[in-house]
């Protein structure tokens, strides 16, 4: 059939009014963003959390995102990034497992003309080596848990502390930002520390320790963990050694995960400072402000933090979307 007003067969006009549509597709899928994110691993609810977050916010983005789970091994994220570079990506993330040890892979990223963006945690590389660190306070989470306490004691309390993964940079900030705090109080003072790995078996099997070590926490005023998935694994060891966590001694921790919250309503937890998962949204925003021509953002855009007690447990656990959360037991 002939069209009247061109004269031109309908059948090539339809593939004519067809062709600009099928050119905006392909530069659209051409131009789509491809962003390489190295997770540090699944070791609490809370990076769990982190990592669905991240993978939402690219999907309602556009963004082509290659994700990498390290399994809690700083190698296996170098190799992921040299993977990144050699994949072409347009800028890449980090989550790192430790502060130390980034100089050279950053550098490869460098040279390759890969700009390099690290989040959550921390590194000790020279700062020229990567765009900006997108990430909440660790040294004010610390600060808040230790004021918080310090106040709930009056100033006097024998700690136990649970700590984190060892040379990772929350655990070195926020026991450097407790510590601060006590330290202005003669009558506060921890007087045993182990790791638990961020973990809540971690936390269980040190607790479980803990106890045997000072029979049965006498003279214990408060536990103090770097996460809520430590604390509650701990909580779980003090149950069955017959203690009363939340009232014996004080629970204090960090995340502000679905888990500490049910913990507070029992009366087994105290304190959180929430360390927020849905963190996507910032740093998606610096990462595509950046390969958009924003370049000014700073070396450090701070994610805010909060303190949660028993008194704001069951408003928290209302604002977690039942979807999210619905696997996590605890977390960082």
Same mark, same amino acid.
């Given at each position: 059939?002939?069209?009247?007003?061109?004269?031109? +067969?309908?059948?090539?006009?339809?593939?004519?009014?067809?062709?600009?549509?099928?050119?905006?597709?392909?530069?659209?899928?051409?131009?789509?963003?491809?962003?390489?994110?190295?997770?540090?691993?699944?070791?609490?609810?809370?990076?769990?959390?982190?990592?669905?977050?991240?993978?939402?916010?690219?999907?309602?983005?556009?963004?082509?995102?290659?994700?990498?789970?390290?399994?809690?091994?700083?190698?296996?994220?170098?190799?992921?990034?040299?993977?990144?570079?050699?994949?072409?990506?347009?800028?890449?993330?980090?989550?790192?497992?430790?502060?130390?040890?980034?100089?050279?892979?950053?550098?490869?990223?460098?040279?390759?003309?890969?700009?390099?963006?690290?989040?959550?945690?921390?590194?000790?590389?020279?700062?020229?080596?990567?765009?900006?660190?997108?990430?909440?306070?660790?040294?004010?989470?610390?600060?808040?848990?230790?004021?918080?306490?310090?106040?709930?004691?009056?100033?006097?309390?024998?700690?136990?502390?649970?700590?984190?993964?060892?040379?990772?940079?929350?655990?070195?900030?926020?026991?450097?930002?407790?510590?601060?705090?006590?330290?202005?109080?003669?009558?506060?003072?921890?007087?045993?520390?182990?790791?638990?790995?961020?973990?809540?078996?971690?936390?269980?099997?040190?607790?479980?320790?803990?106890?045997?070590?000072?029979?049965?926490?006498?003279?214990?005023?408060?536990?103090?963990?770097?996460?809520?998935?430590?604390?509650?694994?701990?909580?779980?060891?003090?149950?069955?050694?017959?203690?009363?966590?939340?009232?014996?001694?004080?629970?204090?921790?960090?995340?502000?995960?679905?888990?500490?919250?049910?913990?507070?309503?029992?009366?087994?937890?105290?304190?959180?400072?929430?360390?927020?998962?849905?963190?996507?949204?910032?740093?998606?925003?610096?990462?595509?402000?950046?390969?958009?021509?924003?370049?000014?953002? +700073?070396?450090?855009?701070?994610?805010?933090?909060?303190?949660?007690?028993?008194?704001?447990?069951?408003?928290?656990?209302?604002?977690?979307?039942?979807?999210?959360?619905?696997?996590?037991?605890?977390?960082?």
């Amino acid at each position: 059939m002939i069209s009247r007003e061109t004269g031109v +067969p309908c059948k090539f006009r339809r593939a004519t009014l067809l062709l600009p549509l099928l050119l905006l597709t392909a530069l659209r899928c051409a131009s789509a963003q491809t962003i390489g994110f190295s997770q540090v691993g699944t070791e609490s609810g809370w990076r769990t959390a982190f990592s669905a977050d991240m993978k939402a916010e690219a999907g309602r983005r556009g963004i082509n995102l290659l994700f990498s789970d390290a399994q809690q091994s700083s190698e296996r994220q170098k190799e992921a990034i040299r993977g990144f570079i050699a994949s072409h990506v347009n800028a890449i993330i980090v989550a790192p497992v430790v502060v130390t040890g980034w100089t050279p892979i950053l550098q490869e990223a460098k040279d390759a003309n890969v700009p390099v963006f690290i989040a959550d945690r921390a590194v000790d590389a020279d700062p020229s080596l990567f765009v900006t660190r997108i990430a909440a306070n660790f040294n004010l989470e610390g600060r808040l848990a230790g004021a918080w306490l310090a106040q709930a004691s009056r100033g006097r309390c024998n700690i136990v502390e649970l700590q984190g993964t060892p040379d990772s940079a929350p655990t070195i900030e926020r026991r450097n930002g407790f510590a601060s705090i006590i330290s202005r109080f003669p009558d506060m003072r921890i007087v045993v520390s182990k790791t638990g790995n961020f973990t809540m078996a971690g936390g269980r099997d040190a607790m479980a320790g803990i106890i045997a070590e000072t029979g049965g926490l006498k003279d214990i005023c408060a536990v103090w963990s770097h996460n809520d998935d430590m604390i509650l694994g701990a909580i779980e060891a003090m149950h069955r050694h017959g203690l009363h966590p939340g009232h014996d001694q004080l629970m204090v921790s960090v995340d502000g995960v679905p888990g500490i919250f049910k913990a507070m309503a029992a009366g087994d937890a105290n304190a959180s400072v929430e360390l927020k998962s849905a963190i996507g949204k910032y740093i998606f925003d610096v990462v595509q402000g950046w390969l958009g021509g924003k370049r000014d953002c +700073p070396k450090w855009v701070v994610i805010p933090n909060d303190l949660h007690t028993p008194e704001d447990a069951a408003r928290m656990l209302g604002t977690m979307p039942a979807r999210r959360f619905r696997h996590l037991v605890g977390s960082s």
